[in-house]
């Protein structure tokens, strides 16, 4: 739930003398909350979405995402499923095989091949929302350590280790860990949050890695959602009367947004005696 504070600024004290009213200036700094991001069309956008169900088998590029897949002990990363595959099979991005650089001495790699996605324009969001399913055959070798990316010189984990792991990058600079997981047979649902200072630019990668033949990981609906820095506007309230009863606050901006405010959906001015009230 996103807060945002909108402060209204009200008519200067005077005295009222025909009515012997005072007139009061309020400064009221309320919280507007939104009912949900969900509701606003203009706050959420897509940046990145695919379920690669659309390509051939073999396909190692598309619209936005390449690859980049080193396999030790074939001809090449995509010789086919059972073999080595780094690409698109049977409609979802799978690793079959595909130790990942560097080649290990005792066998295996570092696990360094990736699916890589952008770059993307970022300069209107201010949050990023991760979304992918991940898929394994069955339970394969892993445990939730940090994540290996080269040749430790011990077997396991040079010989076998499968591990996925979503990173980004921010303005051209070095790639940060965003999700970890480890092969635990079926399908599994990821998603994370990550809140960003003003940037230009987002790259994302994904490493699956995977040491057999006979076993396989895949990723699908892959997707990355912006979330603007919506700002909120208000009309005018005022003027209000110290001894005036609630005023009905409105349930939606003057830019289209609609929420709930902290203290209810009225304003209620008794017994404020004038100059500057904080309502928090």
Known sequence: MKRLYLTS??????????NHLRVIKIIVLLIFQLLS????????????YENFSNYPDGTTAGTDWYTDATDCDDASPNEGLGISTFGVYGGVFTANDSEGAPCCPLGGGGGQNYVYMGPFDISDYCRIVFEKTIGYSLNLECTFDPPFFDCQGTTPPDNYYDQYVEEFSIDGGPYQLGSYGCAQG?????????????SSTIMFRISLANNADDEYSYIHSVKYTGISNV??????IGPICENADPIPLPNSSTNGISGT????????????GGTTVPII
Request: net charge negative; glycine share 6%; no cysteine.
């Open 37 to 48: 991001l969900s509701n606003v069309s203009h706050s959420q956008t897509t940046i990145f």
């Open 231 to 236: 700002e909120t506007t208000f009309n005018p």
């Open 186 to 198: 079926g399908t599994q649902y990821s998603l994370f949050y990550l809140d960003i200072p003003p």
């Open 261 to 272: 405010w902290d203290v209810g959906p009225f304003f209620d001015p008794s017994g404020l």
């Open 9 to 18: 600024y009200f008519t200067d004290s005077k005295i009222d003398h025909q």
